[in-house]
């Protein structure tokens, strides 16, 4: 019923910058929560950052002042963008959403996520 389609990822060099997006789709009534998540290789997926459905934004430790999060509630769309890109940022970065979805005259909540978009910081 709801999808996630992450954009923007690729190739940078250390110090670059990328801007990350989320679109949410389906039949949506409610988006609550919205997360950007990553996964390195041979780690466990973690959280990068989150802002509520009313901006309330929270951080890693690893990218505070580097990345910012932001959403346009209008468009469905969440946005990650990450300055001072490091090697160590390298990862597939997941779009995550909790949202309330009609489904006939009813109204359900679950947990979706994207398929993942590569960034990889490399000279």
């Known amino acids: 019923q709801v999808q996630l389609v992450e954009s923007g990822g690729g190739l940078v060099q250390p110090g670059g910058s990328l801007r990350l997006s989320c679109v949410a789709s389906g039949n949506i009534f409610r988006i609550n929560t919205m997360g950007w998540y990553r996964q390195a290789p041979g780690k466990q997926r973690e959280l990068v950052a989150d802002i509520t459905s009313s901006d309330r934004t929270n951080y890693a430790d690893s990218v505070k002042g580097r990345f910012t999060i932001s959403r346009d509630n209008a468009k469905n769309t969440m946005y990650l963008q990450m300055n001072s890109l490091k090697p160590e940022d390298t990862a597939v970065y997941y779009c995550?959403?909790?949202?309330?979805?009609?489904?006939?005259?009813?109204?359900?909540?679950?947990?979706?996520w994207g398929q993942g978009t590569q960034v990889t910081v490399s000279s």
């Open positions: 995550n959403a909790g949202v309330i979805y009609y489904k006939s005259i009813y109204r359900y909540t679950d947990d979706y």
